[in-house]
């Protein structure tokens, strides 16, 4: 994925109008954003009855960057493809900052022109990000 590209944010709730979903991680709540609508449904699959008022949704840059502002303070981070909660152990989850995702979004958008280079020779945004 890359920042012009689509990213997968998770929508819904019991409420009638649909909000982002917020996980809890040891230093506050955080957006969980994904590569793909696949990982995004694993995700939610592995919370069992929870995950039936949610749904995988493919949202542009500028889209994420208007959702992530709408947030406010309310949830300062964002978790990078958090790994599906049935998973046991000492799980490690990529966060960051609300803001400085935000900055890094606008910057990319910017800044690329869409690529010509086939899709597979990409390397995906969050790879390039974290340096994987």
Known sequence: MDALGAHVVIVGGPEP???????????????????SIEEAEEFLDSTGDFGNDWKAREVSA?????????????VPYVALSPPPERLEGGMEVN?????VLIGLLRRQTAAETPSEEPASERTGFWRRLLGR
């Open 17 to 35: 109008e649909d909000e982002l979903l917020a996980i809890v991680l040891d230093d506050g709540e955080a957006i969980p954003l994904f590569d």
């Open 62 to 74: 500028e889209a994420l960057i208007s959702l992530l502002e709408y947030q406010g303070e309310e």
């Open 95 to 99: 966060v960051l900052n609300r803001e």
